[in-house]
């Protein structure tokens, strides 16, 4: 069974950084690029970032680009999503998933709000 649990959300002060983390089980997690999204209130969910597996190359969303890191821990399963100078545009509840595993999944996420 595929599973996804994230954590590490958490209310934070303009420009303040957080690191989210996501733990897989169910799949070959060495074998799968590992994505994160985000969605808002009233809006649709929309990607932020991906990361291949074997050689962890990274690719953003122009909104994030200059502020967020994905990395990842194949022996632990774990893909983090780490962000800095947050902004109140970066409020919305995060998740995570691999696109190439089957029948789509999604966890529960992890709540990040960025407010004074």
């Known amino acids: 069974q595929v599973q996804y649990v994230e954590s590490g959300g958490a209310s934070v002060p303009p420009g303040g950084s957080l690191r989210l983390s996501c733990v897989t089980s169910g799949f070959d997690f060495n074998s799968a690029a590992m994505n994160w999204y985000r969605q808002a209130p009233a809006k649709e969910r929309e990607f932020v970032g991906t990361?291949?597996?074997?050689?962890?190359?990274?690719q953003y969303s122009t909104s994030v680009k200059g502020r967020f890191t994905l990395s990842r821990d194949d022996a632990k399963k774990t893909v983090y999503l780490q962000m800095n100078n947050l902004k109140p545009d970066d409020t919305a509840v995060y998740f995570c998933?691999?696109?190439?595993?089957?029948?789509?999944?999604w966890g529960q996420g992890t709540q990040v709000t960025v407010a004074s």
């Open positions: 990361i291949t597996p074997t050689y962890g190359v990274t």
């Open positions: 998933m691999s696109p190439s595993v089957k029948p789509v999944t």
